[in-house]
């Protein structure tokens, strides 16, 4: 499996940005996609996942922050709104081959991971 992250940048604090995560190498459906992130000298964070059949979102993104696949493109997306300084981090797509499509939020438990983008929120 391999994973393509792309469309980090610098964004302005309460502006968007749309991440995008490229699965390729084994059947899409049936993996748990998840996004995490790490800031310089912090421990890395889950942020959001989704499977076939259902989604999970960290508190701090919540409302701000959601996640979809097309499954047709074997693509994962990321869409941040209203974003803050406190979102600047490394982003990376994770993603586990899951049958009863559970989403966890603990790194250990994903196979593969992509290379990251970095997100940058100035003030």
């Known amino acids: 499996v391999q994973l393509q992250a792309s469309g980090g940048g610098l964004v302005q604090a309460g502006g968007s940005l749309r991440l995008s995560c490229v699965f390729s190498?084994?059947?899409?459906?049936?993996?748990?996609m998840a996004w995490f992130r790490q800031a310089p000298g912090k421990e890395r964070e889950f942020v959001l996942g989704?499977?076939?059949?259902?989604?999970n979102y960290a508190d701090s993104v919540t409302g701000r922050f959601t996640i979809s696949r097309d499954n047709a493109k074997n693509t994962v997306y990321l869409q941040m709104n209203s974003v803050n300084p406190e979102d600047t981090a490394v982003y990376l797509c994770?993603?586990?081959?899951?049958?009863?499509?559970?989403?966890?939020?603990?790194?250990?438990?994903?196979?593969?991971w992509g290379q990251g983008t970095q997100v940058t929120v100035s003030s």
């Open positions: 190498g084994r059947t899409f459906n049936s993996y748990v």
């Open positions: 994770a993603a586990k081959d899951s049958p009863t499509g559970v989403v966890s939020t603990t790194r250990w438990w994903y196979q593969y």
């Open positions: 989704i499977s076939w059949n259902g989604r």
